[in-house]
């Protein structure tokens, strides 16, 4: 039977996919605009950084740890319910942290913001194939991918200027009236779930309570200490091997599973997914690195160091919408092995040129690397969703989504380790010393990373 409620069966795709892009952009956007206000909530709450940190990390813990199980369920109980459902709570949660008046409620606040958000990652790239033209996934996936990239960039200068004009309010605030402004679009315009046949829930609880512990301590193993990491973080590591190993006898065992291992199996969706999760690390590291070398090697301004900074999700923006659109017409394999091609000659360039043209030659190599991600981002994206059954689609998303929250967080630890080791070491590997040395040793391991995805992709493929 088919649900008729809000059916928007003459509704023009491209609204559609403007509500979806909504959708896409308050995740990142999110991410982004409540690291501005931590100064101010650390005066405002007389706490110190350690604490108001946990701001972030919440949010971010939250993303990672619930965004397959959140998948699941839109599988299980429609997409556009659950969808709608998750913007809702984003927005809910955004007007309750605005009246915050105590820090760690606005924490807890920032996780049900986070819920929202896993929600919208998971099912926002799900419900693109039951909403717009086959022929047009591509460019559906591009312009999702340049929203992404817009959100990620506009939420630190949004978040300062609310700052100074209204005080730290004012961030939470304006998310939730993005987020109402999103749930009354999404209502009008996305399809009504249509169920087949009758279905019995049988949700994997256990599997999705295991899989967000594994997760959240290894999330936790990889941030926790800072660069004077200890025995907690090993025992959180060891958690999350032990958690991961019961994770996958539950899931073998369970006759409806949150994550069918079988799949995994499938070659071309595996590559996809570490594919992901490598590249990802790379972009990290282009983050974390590049402030570091800007400012203390080349003697950047921050004023000077972020427009440096903003060249690479400018570029991304750019590069999403074109990128999908060679996807429709070329087809996912070429536009993959030319996107990871462009992150290794990237990845090559920004061991080479900085050293010898400055700032110009750290922008151009972070260009190539970007353009190349936004490529790679749009055809992996198309295929890995086009090869999912439609049952399964949103689990599929979450999958993709948690590989690239992975590859972020390990970009974020271990990339910036390779920095300071590479930094502090005397002409290792003939690389000179001081930072310099510290940024060829991260990208050389970049490359290498890179590389790896490109023979997975050529595996993947071939399989296929």
């Not at 309750?96 to 820090?103: C, E, I, K, S, V």
């Not at 060891?238 to 994550?259: D, K, Q, Y």
């Not at 070329?330 to 992150?343: D, I, N, S």
């Not at 050293?355 to 190539?368: E, K, M, R």
Request: glycine content about 14%.
């Amino acid at each position: 039977m088919t649900d008729t409620r809000a059916d928007p069966a003459n509704t023009p795709y491209r609204l559609r996919l403007a509500a979806l892009s909504l959708a896409m952009l308050l995740p990142s956007l999110g991410t982004s605009i409540a690291n501005v206000p931590l100064p101010t909530l650390a005066t405002a709450f007389q706490a110190p950084m350690a604490h108001v940190q946990w701001v972030v990390i919440s949010y971010l813990l939250a993303v990672t740890t619930l965004i397959v199980g959140a998948g699941r369920l839109g599988d299980l109980l429609g997409r556009r319910r659950i969808l709608l459902l998750g913007i809702g709570l984003f927005a809910v949660a955004s007007a309750f942290g605005a009246l915050a008046q105590n820090l760690w409620l606005l924490i807890a606040l920032r996780g049900v913001q986070g819920l929202g958000a896993a929600i919208m990652m998971a099912l926002t790239i799900a419900s693109v194939s039951d909403m717009v033209p086959k022929d047009r996934t591509g460019s559906a996936m591009g312009l999702l991918g340049t929203v992404s990239a817009i959100g990620t960039a506009l939420g630190p200068s949004l978040g300062g200027l609310l700052i100074n004009a209204f005080g730290w309010p004012a961030v939470f605030a304006f998310m939730a009236m993005a987020g109402l402004a999103a749930f009354l679009f999404g209502a009008q315009v996305f399809p009504a779930d249509t169920v087949t046949k009758p279905k019995r829930f049988a949700f994997d609880f256990a599997g999705m309570l295991l899989l967000a512990l594994s997760l959240g301590a290894y999330a936790l193993s990889t941030t926790l200490g800072g660069a004077t990491p200890g025995m907690t973080n090993v025992g959180l590591g060891l958690l999350a091997l032990i958690g991961m190993a019961s994770f996958v006898a539950i899931e073998h065992r369970t006759t409806e599973p949150l994550v069918q291992l079988a799949v995994l199996q499938d070659r071309a969706l595996a590559a996809g997914l570490v594919s992901m999760a490598l590249v990802s690390t790379i972009m990290m590291a282009t983050l974390v690195v590049g402030p570091f070398f800007l400012s203390g090697v080349l003697g950047l301004s921050p004023v000077q160091t972020g427009f440096a900074m903003s060249i690479g999700p400018g570029v991304s923006a750019l590069t999403g919408i074109p990128a999908g659109r060679l996807v429709d017409r070329f087809g996912e394999a070429a536009v993959t092995y030319c996107g990871l091609f462009g992150v290794v000659v990237g990845s090559v360039l920004m061991m080479l040129l900085p050293g010898a043209f400055g700032v110009v030659g750290y922008v151009g190599g972070l260009a190539i690397i970007t353009a190349g991600y936004a490529l790679f981002q749009a055809a992996n994206t198309t295929a890995v969703m086009n090869g999912a059954a439609s049952e399964r689609r949103g689990v599929t998303s979450a999958l993709l989504g948690l590989s690239r929250n992975l590859g972020l967080i390990t970009g974020a630890s271990a990339m910036g380790a390779v920095f300071a080791y590479g930094s502090q070491s005397e002409g290792l590997f003939g690389l000179g010393t001081g930072g310099g040395a510290g940024l060829q040793l991260t990208f050389a391991v970049a490359a290498v990373l890179a590389s790896a995805a490109f023979c997975l992709a050529l595996l993947g493929r071939r399989q296929k």
